[in-house]
């Protein structure tokens, strides 16, 4: 036994002695629990600071102690210390031991995972789709997903045991939470049809509240497959009567314009869900999807017939009339096109290939009434393999493509010769002007390449809104953030020239013309028959009438192609195809940051 004086225990803070671990001559290590201490609902275990032999306990359960009070004393002996802790302690298994709470933290997660659900994932694929939790881990970087809110369930409560809703109900049909597509985190939410038909449910709703609140406030883009049924009558645990007071459509559009957004339709996607969908950038379909804003036991309700839900809004005719902007085949492909959608918002491509310029130069045949493909354009233009095409199917007047021209991404119209010759329609108006938007929101720059004859007009046209519809493409175009390279592959004429360019041939930062360029107020032979209508009515015989015709069209191209119209400086220049690529990257070069949001993307 030491010399010195027994060491005084105290109580680091006040409150109520819960039990004395020892006794009066116990041999104890440093380390060792001596005292429990009971303090605002909280135990505090008091440690012998080294290693002694216990000296009269001071106090005994039940007492209150002031803080520095001693508790007892220990005569210091050369008593190896306790063991470090219960962590590494070998009784309590180290490290790798499961304690039950734990254990049954675990349990739970695993119940919501596909492994734990056989029939229903067996009864999925017998569909031909995939599970919620397969696209998603399709789409994310491997290992990066982290799911929020997978402990939920259905808010059935009264009608339904909590065991049944824990086993039946995982994640309340959404899984929800935040990956990384390409190194870069995205919000991810997945209706799960094997749950309750992937319908709409009150938890689920604050799952996505929430989801999308933090998509807003750390800038993230959304990625939403939105297959399901639309609302939920069989939710019990709620004092709501209509649920119209539920925030997810609001917040859900507020991202519009903020981030990207990007649905994805497989199956079935009705009602509430095809509403979210429609608020997307852009929309991805399979070939098996339909889309509709109410299914058939809402249309059978509202008096207007019965319909399977195969009849309604297949994805054959959500393409065509433009509510799809990318149809594929199946669920794989799908996210195969929302990755490469994502990308063209993540920055310059590291690492590109470019076709030979050159080829440029021949893809414009030099009959200037031969039709081309002004998609082989684009492909000789933007870097290989970088063309994403939106919308095709619909507005075919124009083409709308994500495109990489020396791994930067850029947005790209052309107007397409091979649909009325270029005229830009209703429909196209349209899609170039909510794709210029798209653009805009998310900081691309615009290239436009510019064949048209103008606005399509006549009685016809006229019908379908036209004035309003082609005002969308100049309003659109005059408050554009971003900038415009225009480049005039052949006919740039009249108001729809002007509406490719942003409104002027001055707004861009760039204009220029290919050889096969031609400019003017109007297209050649409508100036000519009714600018010389007297002058050829008075030709009697018909082949000169035709002759003078041409001859006056020929002047006329003499006077409006893009050589003269460069000798008056209305363009930059007209330029070697083959220069084309050097022309767009010099424009968009160094170009000030626009600021921060322009509003909102159009959903049409």
């Known amino acids: 036994m030491a010399d010195t004086a027994p060491i005084p225990v105290a109580a680091p803070m006040g409150g109520t002695v819960e039990s004395v671990e020892v006794t009066e001559g116990q041999e104890v290590g440093a380390g060792r629990p001596l005292v429990v201490l009971e303090a605002m609902k909280m135990e505090h275990v008091v440690e012998a600071p080294v290693g002694g032999i216990v000296r009269g306990p001071a106090v005994a359960p039940g007492d209150a102690v002031a803080e520095g009070q001693p508790l007892l004393y220990l005569e210091e002996t050369a008593v190896a210390a306790a063991t470090a802790g219960p962590a590494d302690d070998p009784a309590t298994g180290g490290v790798d031991r499961i304690r039950p709470d734990l254990a049954e933290a675990l349990r739970r997660h695993e119940i919501g995972l596909d492994a734990a659900r056989p029939e229903a994932v067996a009864r999925r694929h017998g569909t031909g789709r995939r599970t919620a939790r397969e696209n998603i881990d399709d789409l994310c970087d491997p290992g990066t997903f982290t799911e929020y809110g997978a402990l939920a369930v259905a808010a059935q409560r009264r009608r339904r045991d909590l065991a049944e809703l824990i086993e039946r109900t995982p994640a309340d049909g959404l899984v929800a939470g935040v990956g990384d597509v390409h190194g870069a985190p995205a919000v991810v939410l997945s209706y799960d049809y094997m749950v309750l038909a992937g319908t709409q ?29 639309g609302g939920r009558p ?19 559009g507020r991202l519009s314009g903020r981030v990207p957004l990007v649905g994805i339709a497989a199956g079935r996607c009705f009602a509430g869900n095809a509403a979210l969908l429609g608020c997307c950038d852009v929309v991805i379909a399979t070939a098996d999807a ?34 799809v902007d990318l149809p594929v085949a199946d669920e794989a492909e799908a996210v195969e096109m929302a990755r490469r959608y994502l990308a063209y918002f993540q920055g310059p491509a590291r690492e590109w290939t470019a076709p030979d310029p050159r080829a440029l130069r021949g893809l414009i045949p030099e009959d200037r009434k031969r039709v081309y493909d002004v998609r082989a354009v684009i492909e000789g233009l933007a870097d290989t393999g970088s063309v994403l095409e939106l919308r095709r199917a619909f507005g075919a007047g124009i083409v709308t493509a994500l495109v990489r021209v020396e791994g930067r991404p850029l947005g790209l119209i052309a107007n397409n010769p091979a649909q009325l010759g270029g005229a830009i329609d209703r429909d196209a108006a349209d899609k170039a002007a909510r794709f210029l938007q798209l653009c805009d929101a998310h900081g691309l720059p615009v290239v436009s390449l510019v064949d048209t004859p103008g606005f399509m007009v006549g009685p016809a046209a006229e019908e379908t809104a036209t004035v309003r519809h082609f005002g969308r493409l100049f309003v659109t175009g005059a408050n554009l953030r971003v900038p415009i390279c225009a480049v005039v592959l052949r006919k740039a004429y009249g108001l729809g020239a002007q509406a490719m360019a942003g409104g002027s041939l001055k707004v861009p930062v760039a204009t220029v013309a290919w050889p096969t360029g031609e400019l003017g107020g109007m297209g050649l032979e409508g100036a000519v028959r009714l600018g010389f209508r007297r ?17 006056l069209v020929g002047a006329a191209y003499e006077h409006g192609k893009a050589l003269s119209v460069a000798t008056v400086f209305e363009i930059d220049d007209v330029i070697d195809p083959a220069d084309t690529r050097r022309w767009i990257t010099m424009a968009f070069r160094d170009l000030p940051v626009p600021p921060e949001r322009r509003g909102f993307v159009d959903t049409w």
């Open 201 to 229: 449910g009150a938890v689920n709703h604050l799952k996505k509240d929430r989801m999308f609140e933090l998509a807003e406030r750390r800038r993230l883009p959304v990625v939403l497959f939105a297959e399901g049924g």
């Open 290 to 323: 339909n889309i509709g804003m109410g299914g058939p036991a809402m249309i059978e309700g509202g008096g207007l017939g019965v319909f399977t839900p195969e009849e309604i809004g297949p994805a054959a005719v959500q393409t065509a009339n433009g509510v």
């Open 234 to 252: 069989g939710d019990t645990d709620t004092a709501s009567i209509s649920s119209l007071d539920c925030m997810a459509f609001h917040l859900f």
């Open 535 to 551: 002058e050829l009515a008075a030709i009697e015989d018909p082949a000169e009438r035709a002759a003078e015709f041409e001859r």
